[in-house]
């Protein structure tokens, strides 16, 4: 084992995610000495199917199975995690349940929305089959609405489809934009590094272990973030000592729903630009323009070989619900969940009305991809593991991703997520 504890930081963080990031940029900015330890690469977004698979399709590792009839779920591992293919929505934190627990981020949220380029998707970048979908569910009644999205819309290009292969052109805000900032203001990141457990004394964390290549290597630090996500941190903590992390999680079930319009001609497009959030029934229904390749994974599997060329007549709805606490994270990292009656109830509703907006927008042969899920969260829930500043019981020792969030919420958390690193940032600072 290579010993690194001479070399001492003020603060480690393990992972680039959007929570991780932003705590990285906060402190760096502060004049802190940070290291931040990723499993993932660095390479340069190629926005390129191949690297999409290798960051975020690897079974196993990022392409996550439960046991429960091929039920998969994706986390992106590389510098930025899932950021770097999400579809750039920015939906607001919910303010409400973070109140209950003594967290408010309203100020948070307000400064990060004046720097990041947060704004409805341009009528002039909306693709046609979003168009179509959004008149459709107006005329029937739905409020469809555009929502917010990480872009820089001034770099972004018409008919593209690279949102989830990863934005080559810089368009798409993502969490490697923090790190690289951290990074040039002096944090030190290395990427390749499978942090295996916290080193603590006492009850004290202070610091990690953790392998890169074939070598294991220990590094100190006053402080300690763990933001690997909503399973890699679980696992990490468990293999810490504290084995009560990773139960009773949620992870945001979602389908999609196709139908054809002959001479619809839809080219790429920005996904998820616009669509309607029932808060009361817990569901999200939006537009989501897949790539041919996801669209084949979604549709071949269905025996619908007749659809195989007709992604650009296909209009696609994705219905993602607000699932119940339940399952685990197995300490390898694989997830153990079903989905439960009820929520199998919320996607066959918000299917019905996808259905609906389909036929009424002239679509044909309507049917349903496979049972999918996004967003793991509350596995190391604030108010059971972490205090109102997100500080586990051992000293120290923080955590900042969607691990944290408490309750089900059915959203994307990206904005919510750097809102709470922001907040962890400068209590950090604060005490120091």
């Given at each position: 084992?290579?010993?690194?504890q ?28 940070v ?30 199975f ?5 039920l ?32 408010d ?8 929305k ?14 046609v089959?979003?168009?179509r979908?959004m ?7 739905y ?30 805000w ?12 002096g944090m ?32 100190s ?28 999680f ?5 389908i ?22 029932n808060?009361?029934?817990?569901y ?6 897949f ?23 296909t ?27 009820a ?83 400068r209590?950090l600072?604060s005490?120091?």
């Open positions: 084992m290579n010993n690194a001479s070399n001492a930081y003020d603060t480690i963080i393990v992972g680039s995610g959007p929570g991780g990031a932003s705590v990285a940029r906060e402190l760096t900015r502060s004049g802190q000495s290291l931040m330890l990723e499993m993932g690469d660095n390479a340069p977004i190629r926005g390129s199917l191949f690297q999409m698979a290798s960051n975020a399709g690897i079974p196993g590792q990022s392409l996550l439960t046991d429960k009839k091929f998969g779920m994706v986390r992106g591992i590389c510098t930025g995690g899932s950021s770097v293919f999400y579809c750039a929505t920015a939906f607001d934190p919910p303010t409400a349940m973070l109140d209950a627990y003594g967290i981020v309203r100020d948070q949220v307000r400064d990060i004046a720097e990041l380029p947060i704004a409805p998707t341009e009528d002039r970048l909306m693709g089959g979003a168009k979908i008149d459709s569910a107006l005329s029937l009644g409020p469809w609405e555009k929502f917010n999205k990480f872009i820089y819309q001034d770099k972004c290009r018409e008919n593209c489809d690279k949102c989830s292969y990863g934005c080559p052109y810089g368009a798409k993502t969490a490697r934009n923090y790190v690289e900032e951290a990074v040039d203001q030190t990141l290395i990427n390749g590094a499978r942090v295996t457990r916290i080193l603590f004394e006492k009850d004290k964390a202070v610091g990690v272990r953790y392998r890169k290549g074939f070598s294991d290597h220990e590094v630090a006053n402080t300690i973030v763990v933001s690997a996500g909503g399973v890699g941190t679980p696992q990490i903590l468990r293999q810490s000592g504290l084995h009560e992390a990773g139960y009773d949620f992870f945001d079930p979602l999609m729903v196709f139908g054809s319009v002959d001479g619809l001609k839809s080219k790429g497009e920005i996904q998820m630009s616009a669509g309607y959030h808060t009361e029934k817990g999200l229904m939006v537009d989501l323009n790539p041919t390749p996801m669209f084949w994974a979604q549709s071949l599997p269905r025996l619908r070989l007749d659809k195989a060329f007709s992604r650009d007549k209009l696609m709805i994705m219905i993602k619900i607000k699932d119940g606490l339940g399952g685990r994270v197995t300490w390898n990292g694989g997830v153990r969940k079903s989905i439960s009656a929520d199998k109830d919320k996607l066959k509703e918000g299917a019905t009305h996808a259905r609906r907006i389909l036929e009424q927008a002239g679509a044909k042969s309507v049917f349903k991809g496979w049972t999918v899920a996004a967003h793991p969260g509350g596995t190391v829930k604030i108010n059971h593991m972490l205090d109102a500043d997100l500080k586990t019981r051992k000293e120290n020792l923080y955590v900042c991703d969607c691990s944290v969030i408490p309750e089900p919420w059915g959203l994307p958390p990206t904005l919510t997520l750097l809102a709470l690193g922001r907040r962890l940032g209590h600072e005490r120091a």
